[in-house]
């Protein structure tokens, strides 16, 4: 009986393991510069929100052809979709608050990683 209980035991553990080993995927990283321009959307209002910055500075390079020095060229949101999923990626992901609060100011170089996780894709970045 104590074979049996044991071999379950350790069956488990090994599931449990393998899914653990299991790393998340980076898909894609790029710089981009936040500048006054990615600070406003179309109507000329002022974003207040690190993942509306993130998202306008993508549009404006992908959509509307506005590329400052320091703006990489992405193929994750050069998709109108994968821009929509901006808001959800960065709550899933990793922004410091004074990072945030640097990015919202603008006139900064900042790092986007984009990584596919068990729990879905997110992103984390950091401001030079």
Known sequence: MQKGLFAAAFAAVLVV????????ELIESY?????????YNSNNERLTQPWQVLRQDRANVHRFGVRQPGDDLDSFFASARNRE???????????????ARRLLDGDVQ???E????????YIN???N
Not at 17 to 24: I, Q
Not at 91 to 99: K, M, P, Q
């Open 31 to 39: 710089g981009a510069y936040i500048g006054q321009d990615d600070l």
């Open 110 to 112: 900042i790092y986007v």
């Open 17 to 24: 393991s393998a899914g653990a080993a299991r790393a998340d």
């Open 114 to 121: 984009i990584w596919r996780g068990a729990g879905g894709d």
């Open 85 to 99: 999923l901006a808001e959800r990626m960065i709550r899933a992901g990793r922004i410091e608050r004074s990072a």
């Open 125 to 127: 970045i950091s401001v």
